[in-house]
């Protein structure tokens, strides 16, 4: 039977394996993907690297012409017995010793051309080095711009069932991991086959039986881990799930650091983060105590081989005076050199397991299939919309769970739309279905007679401007944030939007003004500050469809009357859709719908609706008794 049909054999009985293989060879072959456009910078990687290997070996082979001079005085023998190698001493070294050349030069010259030699071949070192940077960099910024660009196109869903610490460890933990394996462990792994190749060629023509000898204990350095990967590889998972669960545990504190004080939980939250950090070093613990294996097994095997040569070698060179003694230091010199990348070789399935882990995690999120895609043949929306209509449209995160149901409504250009009703009822699903942050399972939604998805989804977008309870800021100026996405924004654009927003008057008491770094997600301003800038921004946009989102609701008094005050002005000439928390803000709506279990159950004008009674008169009585009539705001 032959290797192959041996190998054939095993995987037959071990169809796990053979499945486990595959898919392997196939992350890999993904992987590579990503280093196809830099062919050029491998294959000048490749050839310093051979050159690297090849006068690695050279500088080791050198030992034996040096002993010939130290041992033999005047002259220098180059027929060991091995023509090739005579060959190239003649041509090398021998081009700088002569016959009659002294020994203390001829000493002198031997060590200047071996020097000469590590230098050279530390040059194709730094080279090689240089290439992996340049092949690496290139190589992580492709992966993860595409990554990134890939997250940016997911839907809300992806988002609500994600945790932020695991998309964040996934570009940059494991997409670290995939860097070194494909790249500075792909040369490492290139250099280490060169060297053996290079290194038992050079050996065989020495003598092909201390060549047997040295690799005699091959086979058992590279298939001591085969029975460990599998659980390496199990393990590796689980520590970067946990490490992502980490990372999201520390970013959730730190965006709720203000509640974390506010009810005195620091010892809670210490706790906690204690219980998931000692879970995580039990997980690195007792996966590295597997892979530390790798160098005390490896160097017992590599030291069973060396002894089993000397013994070998020194009866060659004593009792059968088969090899000179020069011939035979060099050979242990340079077999004691292959051990080197022998043994990485060997250790190199286990190292590269968090590297494929990574790269499967990575590859999940590449291959969540994005749901909200423009149809073929989408044309770009530009109109001013004069009606948007949903018709019977149903709505359902998972199936048989509806959010929404055999919603129909109106809503014509210029109107203000308020949904409430209580939590949970469907409002802000049904606004995010205006601006198609997802498509109706059922029904349609039409812009004009047209069906939404006919649209470029990109372009109806940019007719909206949606301001939300939580206002979203970046860590940049006053005036990028209100400039968001629009590079052509003059500053005179920002500077009339921030004033017909209420926002100009506080933005200038800013230590630079409109040129102010804000904290991360704004935290240097108010909320009620935080939202006039967001009103700026969708009053530079000038978009024809407005969302509001809760708006108002966390805001004080005069905060609200401000930031009402600033909605007004947009209000005009706009379709407009309100979720109102506070009633009053929506008392002069052209419609108001009442939302419960995501159906609309009451529609009407403020008037109408305190009339005919039910769900809307029990809120607002609610309401009107909690806050008194003197609070009344209309919008």
Known sequence: MTATDSRAAVHAHNPALTAQLSADSRLYARMLRYIRPYRSLLVAGFFATLAFAALDAFSFVMLIPFLEALFGGQSVNYDIGVPQLQWVFEHTVGNFIGPDTPTESLLLRLNLFILGVFLLKNVFDFLKAYLVVRLEQSVVRDMRNEVYGHLLELDLRFFHRTRAGQIITRLTT?????????????????????????????????????????????????????????????????????????????????????????????????????????????????????????????????????????????????????????????????????????????????????????????????????????????????????????????????????????????????????????????????????????????????????????????????????????????HDTVRANIAYALPDATAADVERAARLANAHEFIIQLPDAYDTTLGERGTRLSGGQRQRIAIARAILRDPPILIFDEATSALDSESERLVQEAIEHLLEGRTVFVIAHRLSTILNADQILVMEGGRIVQRGTHDELLAEGGLYRKLYRLQYEQRGPGSILRL
């Not at 974390?260 to 007792?286: C, D, H, M, N, S």
């Not at 005076?321 to 340079?334: D, H, N, R, S």
């Open 174 to 474: 494991d997409m670290d991991l995939m860097r070194m394996l494909l790249t500075k462990n792909l040369f490492t792994l290139l250099t280490s086959v060169l060297q053996v190749i290079v290194t038992v060629s050079v050996l065989i023509l020495m003598s092909w039986q201390l060549t047997l000898i040295a690799l005699v204990v091959l086979p058992a350095l590279f298939g001591m881990w085969g029975r460990l990967l599998k659980r390496l590889k199990r393990g590796d998972r689980t520590v970067l799930n946990l490490g992502g669960e980490v990372a999201s545990h520390l970013q959730e504190t730190v965006s709720g650091v203000r509640q974390v004080k506010a009810a005195g939980a620091e010892p809670f939250e210490a706790q906690r983060f204690r219980g998931l950090t000692q879970t995580y070093f039990k997980a690195i613990v007792r996966n590295e105590r597997i892979r530390a294996l790798a160098s005390p097994m490896s160097e017992m095997v590599g030291a069973m081989g060396t002894v089993l040569l000397l013994w070998y070698g020194a009866r060659m060179v004593l009792v059968h005076q088969t090899i000179a003694a020069p011939a035979f230091f060099g050979f242990l010199a340079l077999t004691l050199r292959m051990y080197q990348p022998a043994k990485w070789l060997s250790k190199f399935p286990s190292m590269v397991g968090p590297a494929l882990v990574g790269a499967e995690r990575v590859f999940e999120f590449l291959d969540t299939p994005i749901d909200m895609i423009d149809r073929p043949g989408a044309r770009p929306f530009t109109q001013s919309p004069q009606v948007i209509r949903f018709e019977g449209v149903s709505f359902a995160y998972d199936p048989g769970d509806p959010v929404l149901q055999d919603i129909d409504l109106e809503a014509r250009r210029g109107e203000v739309i308020a949904l409430v009703g209580p939590s949970g009822a469907g409002k802000t699903t049904l606004v995010d279905m205006v601006a198609r942050f997802y498509d109706p399972t059922a029904g349609r939604i039409t812009i004009d007679g047209t069906d939404a998805r006919e649209f470029q989804l990109a372009s109806l977008r940019r007719q909206m401007g949606v301001v939300t309870q939580e206002t979203v800021l970046f």
